[in-house]
């Protein structure tokens, strides 16, 4: 079997190897020349670690990643509303990592490199059409340029190419743009001191504006790590997003400052944080509507060109590393291709269509939107507004949802 992966990420680089280990053979196409360390922070949860464990990079990622020891949610006062233990911490046999996406990245792009070879890793090419038959797949490749590269032909073509999958624009023509909910998304990094326990995980603020801080590796010294923060704020109604130009453009101070001055958090000064930070960048925060179907015959989909989801409850990386074990898995299993793929979509398509549409209502911070709700101006006790019960309903059943409850963790994975 031969399978061709488009999209050089987080989802099409985990896929090789997984493919790989599998004895599957495959080769990746990305359209950027290089896969640099880009991004900003993230959390990968313990499901998804286990994962990368199983692939052998575990010693890696602890070299470049935070073990995340706690995580504390609080409305936009500083008041307390949840606070949990994260990965080995709460009793999971694996560690939650906070990371610098590109890290990661990068971190599994060299062992694609060393384990598949320089070969099966082709930068610089653009899917720039596909067709299939009953007897494989066909891909045609360009530069940035327009200059025909390759034409490729194998028996699965998978498109892992990001939420504007050029695969998913063929297979669903008329779906249009990605969905934005109205919302700004501004993201940095930067040394800071230590706060609280140095590998705690703070969120503060609902839906309509929101604050995040969390280290998410080592800084020059060891008392100052490189600290990820990010501030969401509802900005207009939503609709059609910003020029897909306009995604990913550094952010200004003038924009954003105004936004910050609602938050008070005692953990940290996040103003100071943030004005601090040389450079930090602008998102709108959008996704798209779960799709019917995934895979057409021999082509199907995978992460972000799959399912995008609002960046809420730690779960798009992780659930694209989800989405790589199960297909690798089907692949080696099934009697035929296209009934390996048909397998895949139904094992992984409800999970992620439900985190979809839970991450539109924010999520595991949830709880937060739902004490501000009836608390907006603060509060003198936080059972008086929610229980323990109601709020820990809202926190553990989205992690029953999308699959990294201790129980589902801590168990052997059949294949």
Not at 25 to 30: G, I, M, S, V, Y
Not at 341 to 361: K, S
Request: with cysteine; aromatic share 8%.
């Amino acid at each position: 079997m031969k399978v061709i992966i488009v999209g050089g990420g987080v989802g099409g680089l985990t896929t090789a190897l997984m493919l790989h280990a599998r004895g599957i053979d495959c080769e990746l196409f990305e359209q950027a020349e290089g896969i640099r360390e880009l991004g900003v922070g993230i959390n990968t949860l313990p499901h998804a670690i286990k994962e990368l464990q199983q692939l052998g990079l575990m010693e890696r990622l602890d070299a470049v990643a935070i073990r995340t020891h706690e995580l504390i949610y609080t409305n936009r006062f500083g008041q307390e509303i949840w606070r949990e233990p994260r990965g080995l911490e709460a009793g999971y046999d694996v560690p939650q990592l906070s990371i610098h996406r590109g890290r990661l990245q990068g971190v599994i792009y060299q062992a694609v490199r060393s384990r598949l070879g320089e070969s099966r890793i082709h930068l610089g090419c653009r899917l720039g059409g596909f067709k299939q038959d009953e007897t494989g797949v066909t891909a045609y490749f360009f530069d940035r340029a327009g200059t025909h590269r390759r034409t490729v032909t194998g028996d699965v073509l998978i498109g892992a190419d990001g939420i504007h999958s050029y695969v998913r624009s063929v297979l669903y023509p008329n779906e249009g743009s990605a969905c934005w909910n109205g919302a700004m998304l501004w993201r940095g990094a930067m040394d800071w001191p230590q706060f609280l326990t140095g590998r705690s995980m703070v969120i503060a603020g609902g839906m309509a504006a929101k604050l995040v801080i969390y280290p998410i590796g080592e800084g020059a010294r060891d008392d100052r790590p490189l600290t990820n923060w990010a501030v969401l704020v509802k900005v207009g109604p939503g609709g059609a997003p910003p020029n897909k130009e306009d995604w990913s453009r550094p952010g200004r101070f003038e924009d954003l400052m105004p936004h910050v001055q609602r938050f008070q958090i005692p953990y940290v000064d996040a103003k100071a944080l943030i004005e601090a930070t040389p450079e930090f960048w602008e998102y709108p925060v959008c996704d798209r509507d779960p799709l019917p179907r995934w895979s057409h015959g021999r082509i199907t989909l995978l992460g972000d060109a799959a399912h995008p989801m609002y960046p809420v409850g730690s779960n798009g990386a992780s659930q694209a590393i989800l989405d790589a074990r199960c297909l690798a898995d089907r692949l080696v299993t099934a009697e035929h291709t296209v009934h390996a793929l048909w397998q895949y979509e139904q094992e992984r398509m409800p999970p992620t269509a439900q985190i979809v549409r839970m991450n539109r209502g924010g999520g595991p911070e949830g709880v937060i939107d739902a004490i501000e709700a009836r608390a907006p101006d603060g509060f003198s006790n936080i059972d008086d507004v929610l229980s323990f019960e109601e709020r820990k309903a809202i926190v553990r059943g989205y992690a029953g949802a999308a699959g990294f409850a201790q129980s589902q963790v801590n168990k052997p994975k059949a294949a």
